[in-house]
């Protein structure tokens, strides 16, 4: 005599959807480096203002993207107070 076991077949639960949290996604990572890249070449090409401008874009996108205390982010502020104070030195 034989005996095959069976056991009950189990229907997977379905997984909790989980919000999707800030961080270092390579693409968006990429897209504020080159907002970083085109302020920093702008702005030692001598337009100041526009360097000032996409620094500042460069932040609001960092923070959006990657969050407000991700280092990415605190450079692109750092960034956009060095061009808004290169303005300001041009000014005196």
Not at 56 to 83: C, F, K, Q, S, Y
């Amino acid at each position: 005599m034989h005996t095959t076991l069976t056991t009950p077949s189990r229907t997977p639960e379905p997984k909790a959807e989980q919000p999707p949290q800030p961080g270092p996604d390579p693409t968006h990572s990429t897209l504020v480096d080159d907002f970083i890249k085109d302020a920093d070449t702008t702005g030692y090409g001598g337009d100041h203002v526009r360097a000032a401008q996409l620094a500042l874009t460069a932040a609001e996108v960092a923070t959006r993207i990657l969050g407000p205390d991700h280092r990415t982010t605190l450079t692109t502020r750092h960034n956009h107070a060095h061009w808004t104070g290169v303005i300001e030195q041009s000014k005196r």
